[in-house]
């Protein structure tokens, strides 16, 4: 009994966390730069130069800033934003996976926090970022 018990509460936990299992917790962002050899970085760290796919946590904001010598730095941000739908998700199919057969249904509360610390509510934006550096003006 406790071993079904286990497995359908696991069953449950797999089946109905579906922001993590549709969107995982990163994603892929396109940065691409018009100027040849321009550096780019990604929350001050250098991911690359002229064009990149970085894979970034969604859970958060993040900073990128496209240089080169002799041309003007440009910075951009991208932003992490809730998807309420997720959350619903999440809360409607966990209670309805189930609701008929654990008395106490647990993983409507699990889920959501399990979902939540991963960071697959999340949505980032832009997903794709295009820049052409500027020659710096001769003083």
């Known amino acids: 009994m406790k071993k079904s018990l286990v497995l359908l509460l696991s069953f449950a ?41 970085v894979k970034l946590k969604r859970d958060r904001d993040h900073a990128v800033v496209v240089k080169k010598m002799g041309f003007q730095t440009k910075h951009r941000n991208i932003t992490s934003n809730l998807q309420e739908a997720w959350l619903i998700t999440d809360i409607i199919l966990g209670t309805f996976f189930t609701a008929c057969y654990i008395p106490i249904n647990f993983t409507a509360f699990i889920i959501p926090i399990v979902e939540a610390a991963t960071g697959a509510w999340y949505e980032l934006s832009p997903d794709n970022i295009s820049v052409d550096l500027e020659p710096e003006q001769k003083k």
């Not at 966390?17 to 100027?35: D, P």
């Open 13 to 53: 936990l797999v089946t109905s966390s579906c922001a993590s299992v549709y969107q995982g917790k990163t994603k892929s962002v396109a940065i691409n730069s018009t100027t040849q050899d321009a550096e780019i970085y990604v929350d001050g760290n250098f991911v690359g130069s002229d064009s990149v796919n």
